[in-house]
């Protein structure tokens, strides 16, 4: 930890597991409910990863006020191998889409997504075209 700058440091050969996952709510409301902060956190011995997010700004200005919309997308950076729970200020959206925008090599990540009830969720996996399950 560089506590002068906020930050970590990589060294060695960690930055070679590192990727960048994007992860949005495919909800009808997406635009008008707000669930962040999302907190991110690593499930690993002696980890100290915890991350908070915001969704993106909002994309509408109308004058001197803005729209108050917010796309609920929320883009945080894995390390290949470790395991994260995703937990949502708001209620989780129903329908969410991952993606690893940047590649990782190894074996993958495993997510949790914290819901406020117990329930039954179907998971997809589809190609980087989005167009076949895989």
């Not at 908070?52 to 200005?61: G, R």
């Not at 949502?88 to 406020?116: C, D, H, K, Q």
Request: some cysteine.
């Amino acid at each position: 930890m560089q506590s002068e700058w906020n930050m970590f440091l990589c060294t060695g050969d960690n930055w070679k597991s590192l990727g960048v996952l994007v992860f949005e709510s495919l909800d009808s409301d997406t635009w008008d409910r707000s669930v962040q902060p999302v907190e991110i956190v690593m499930n690993e011995k002696d980890s100290t990863y915890n991350n908070m997010l915001n969704s993106a700004m909002d994309h509408i200005w109308d004058g001197f006020y803005t729209g108050q919309t917010r796309l609920s997308r929320f883009p945080f950076q894995v390390e290949n191998d470790k395991d994260y729970t995703i937990k949502f200020t708001g209620t989780p959206p129903g329908n969410m889409r991952f993606m690893l925008a940047e590649g990782i090599s190894g074996t993958g990540i495993f997510l949790r997504v914290v819901y406020a009830e117990a329930g039954a969720y179907e998971v997809s996996i589809k190609d980087s075209s989005g167009d076949k399950e895989v």
